[in-house]
T-cell receptor, first 109, second 114 residues
Framework: QKEVEQNSGPLSVPEGAIASLNCTYS??????FFWYRQYSGKSPELIMS????GDKEDGRFTAQLNKASQYVSLLIRDSQPSDSATYLC?????????FGSGTKLNVKP | NAGVTQTPKFQVLKTGQSMTLQCAQD?????MYWYRQDPGMGLRLIYY???????DKGEVPNGYNVSRLNKREFSLRLESAAPSQTSVYFC?????????????FGPGTRLTVT
C-alpha cells in the first residue's frame, strides 16, 4: 500500500466551477500536509500547507484535513484555465516527505 | 536570492557511465532532498540530509550515492548509469522544524540513459 493515494484523473471542470481534489494517507503519525501544483515540464510549487484538523483558506484555495479519516482535500473556487496542472499531495512524517502520484486537473474555458 | 539551483538541466548518458548532479540552496535551509519523478509515479525520495554532515536513504536509494558537501550543497552521484535511471531529478530544501515545513524545489535535471 502506498503511503499517499490520489486519483490520477484527469479531472475536468468548466471555468468558474469548484474543483475538488482528494488525497488519503496511510500513516496515522503523519504530521504535516501539503498541496503542490506542477505545470508540465516544471518543478512542483507549494500552494497550501495544513497542520491541524479543519479548513485553511488562502484566496481561491481551501485545504481540508481530517486526521481521523486520514484524508486531505483541496478545493479550488472559481477555477481558471491557468489552474490546469497536476496537483500533488504530500505528507511529512519523520523527516521524510511522501508524495502521491498527482491528480491532473483540466479547466475548460 | 536564487533559491534552489540544479546543474545540469539536461544530460544524456550511456549505460555504465557515471555523473554527479549538483544542487545548491541559498536560503540557509538545514534539510535537503533528492527525488526522481517518473511518468505517473509522482515524486519518490532517493536520499535526504536532515542537516549538514548527515544523509539517509529514502524510498529508492539503490544505484545512487549522495554527499552533503556543506550546508548549501547536496550532490547526487550515479556510479554506473542504467536505463532504469532515466528520469527527471529534483532537488529540494526546507528550513528546520520538527513538525515538517514546506519544501522548495529546484528546476530539475532531465536525465536520459541509453
Amino acid at each position: 500500500q502506498k503511503e499517499v493515494e490520489q486519483n490520477s484523473g484527469p479531472l475536468s471542470v468548466p471555468e468558474g466551477a469548484i474543483a475538488s481534489l482528494n488525497c488519503t494517507y496511510s500513516d496515522r503519525g503523519s504530521q504535516s500536509f501539503f498541496w503542490y501544483r506542477q505545470y508540465s515540464g516544471k518543478s512542483p510549487e507549494l500552494i497550501m500547507s495544513i497542520y491541524s484538523n479543519g479548513d485553511k483558506e488562502d484566496g481561491r484555495f481551501t485545504a481540508q484535513l481530517n486526521k481521523a479519516s486520514q484524508y486531505v482535500s483541496l478545493l479550488i473556487r472559481d477555477s481558471q484555465p491557468s489552474d490546469s496542472a497536476t496537483y500533488l499531495c504530500a505528507v511529512f512524517n519523520f523527516n521524510k516527505f511522501y508524495f502521491g502520484s498527482g491528480t491532473k486537473l483540466n479547466v475548460k474555458p | 536570492n536564487a533559491g534552489v539551483t540544479q546543474t545540469p538541466k539536461f544530460q544524456v548518458l550511456k549505460t555504465g557511465q557515471s555523473m554527479t548532479l549538483q544542487c545548491a540552496q541559498d536560503m540557509n535551509h538545514n534539510s535537503m532532498y533528492w527525488y526522481r519523478q517518473d511518468p505517473g509515479m509522482g515524486l519518490r525520495l532517493i536520499y535526504y540530509s536532515a542537516s549538514e554532515g548527515t544523509t539517509d536513504k529514502g524510498e529508492v536509494p539503490n544505484g545512487y550515492n549522495v554527499s552533503r558537501l556543506n550546508k548549501r550543497e547536496f550532490s547526487l552521484r550515479l556510479e554506473s548509469a542504467a536505463p532504469s535511471q532515466t528520469s527527471v531529478y529534483f532537488c529540494a530544501s526546507s528550513p528546520p522544524s520538527s513538525g515538517g515545513v514546506e519544501q522548495y524545489f529546484g528546476p530539475g535535471t532531465r536525465l536520459t540513459v541509453t
